[in-house]
């Protein structure tokens, strides 16, 4: 195991932080994995699932049975780690600018689409070569002026030229739930049934610029672009790994996570060893635009009628929202029937507070599905 340190652009005088990266194998030998996990810094789960995945990944490198090489970062996010507010952890937006740690990442396509127009021909491989030499090429000339740009620099030049990035996040009370790119399915397949994945949401394009989707989107737009004359592989695997909810931290769901994904390594041929059978699929996928968020309508004490992972038809009541003063209680229906696969963590709505959220099979919804 091999450690990297790199220093984040201090904000201010007298602080400084850093990211650490493991690397296990070597890289240009076999696949590149990546894997990162707390970009929305208090999403815990993931963190402790790297942290025993690591001691996986160490024994196996003692074996020598990495085969490939698998970049790690446990820790994706020390911005957003150190902001404690009113004794309350506040890691999804950084409190210095309003943005979301998961946004801003880069349009690939755009940035490199007419530049290597004339540098692709008939040889899928060659034309991979190409895309990513021009990627890294981007993250290198990123404008770096804050600190928060310095870290998302940092997470794309570590995974930039990966064949598989996974992004651990986790919801507030949710199932183990999983957003990826539907071009991707195929591959995405045996991951999320390997993890386990309760609910899959696909999109071609979220709208979000979220990290994951930047490394991926590019592969798939331009073999869009360039036709079949030009072969372009999808070359990086990603998703947004939601792992459960925010307080579903602990030892044995962490390391069945870690066996989980090193089952997965194993599978892509980045690790050695039997290859365990490919699980059942616990879900079938369905259309990020065919999710449905409940809103709160009004203020008031959350009752929720309707547990994570019941499927719910359409019209059902899955909470009310009461006013204790009025006495006036406000159902909030689903209008789609699927999945009830994420929940709020709190019990008192203000207008507008999303409730939970129906993984439903049609879309139905367009623009940017993700939100802020
Ligand atoms: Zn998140």
Redesign the pocket.
């Known amino acids: 195991m091999r450690i990297e340190r790199h220093p984040l652009l201090s904000p201010s005088l007298g602080t400084q932080r850093e990211l650490l990266s493991f690397h296990f194998g070597e890289a240009g030998r076999g696949q590149k994995v990546y894997l990162q996990a707390s970009?929305?810094a208090d999403?815990l789960p993931g963190m402790l699932v790297l942290h025993h995945l690591k001691h996986l990944l160490a024994q196996a490198e003692v074996r020598g049975e990495v085969l490939g090489e698998v970049v790690i970062v446990p820790v994706a996010n020390p911005i957003g780690l150190a902001q404690t507010v009113m004794h309350d952890q506040f890691g999804?937006f950084d409190l210095n600018s309003g943005e979301n740690f998961?946004r801003r990442y880069p349009d690939f396509f755009a940035a490199i689409a007419d530049g290597i127009a004339t540098k692709l021909g008939a040889d899928a491989e060659a034309n991979k070569r190409v895309i990513r030499t021009a990627m890294v090429d981007v993250v290198a000339h990123q404008p770096v002026l804050t600190e928060l740009d310095s870290l998302r620099r940092t997470l794309l030049r570590l995974a930039v030229d990966a064949d598989v990035a996974l992004d651990l996040?986790?919801d507030n009370e949710a199932l183990l739930h999983i957003y990826t790119e539907a071009p991707y399915l195929e591959q995405a397949t045996p991951m999320y049934r390997y993890l386990g994945a309760e609910t899959v949401l696909l999109a071609r394009g979220s709208g979000a610029a979220s990290f994951d989707e930047a490394l991926s989107g590019v592969w798939w737009q331009l073999a869009e672009r360039f036709g079949p004359q030009y072969p372009i592989p999808l070359a990086c695997l990603t998703a947004t790994v939601e792992l459960r909810g925010k307080t579903d931290v602990g030892h044995e769901s962490a390391l069945r996570d870690a066996a989980n994904l090193y089952a997965f390594l194993q599978h892509r041929g980045v690790l050695a060893g039997a290859v365990p059978a490919i699980p059942e699929a616990c879900c079938e996928p369905t259309p990020l635009a065919g999710s449905e968020t409940l809103r709160a309508p009004c203020a008031g004490v959350i009752a929720y009628l309707k547990r994570l992972g019941e499927h719910i038809q359409a019209g059902e009541v899955v909470a009310e929202i009461i006013d204790p003063m009025t006495d006036k209680v406000t159902e909030v229906k689903a209008t789609v029937e699927g999945r009830l696969f994420a929940r709020a963590n709190r019990r008192y709505a203000t207008r507008g507070l999303d409730l939970g959220k129906v993984a439903g099979k049609v879309a139905f919804r367009t623009g940017n599905l993700l939100g802020a």
Request: proline share 0%; aromatic share 0%; charged share 30%.
């Open positions: 970009l929305h999403e999804r998961n996040h986790c």
